[in-house]
Nanobody, 121 residues
Framework: ELLESGGGSVQAGGSLRLSCSFS????????LAWFRQAPGKKREGVAI???????MYADSVKDRFTVSKDKTKYTLYLQMDSLKPEDTAVYYC?????????????????WGQGTQVTVAS
């Protein structure tokens, strides 16, 4: 089960930290990701972290967002700094089972329910 928390509203330039508990994931090769979807836009990958700790970011968030995980707490994080209005979206925590990349969510993946992030200008 994937359960996100930490969304909310913030002014441009502000910060938020999203959390996702991933209870029940026991395979050390797992790939965890954050995807987002803004109203009227296609869903897009934001960041991934795999079992070895390899990270990948979308160009639009590079140097502003940081993905991390605490394996002892079974929690995934997304630290979002220097937020922009275009970061406004519903953010989803995802367990990717086919390809570990921000560029695709093809395959049978497992999704959280999503958490809303709103950035005001």
């Amino acid at each position: 089960e994937l359960l996100e928390s930490g969304g909310g509203s913030v002014q441009a330039g502000g910060s938020l930290r999203l959390s996702c508990s991933f209870s029940g994931v026991t395979d050390s090769r797992y790939c965890l990701a954050w995807f987002r979807q803004a109203p009227g836009k296609k869903r897009e990958g934001v960041a991934i972290i795999d079992g070895s700790g390899r990270r990948m970011y979308a160009d639009s968030v590079k140097d502003r967002f940081t993905v991390s995980k605490d394996k002892t707490k079974y929690t995934l994080y997304l630290q979002m700094d220097s937020l922009k209005p275009e970061d406004t979206a519903v953010y989803y925590c995802v367990l990717l089972t086919t390809v570990c990349t921000v560029h695709s969510d093809a395959g049978r993946n497992y999704w959280g329910q999503g958490t809303q992030v709103t950035v005001a200008s």
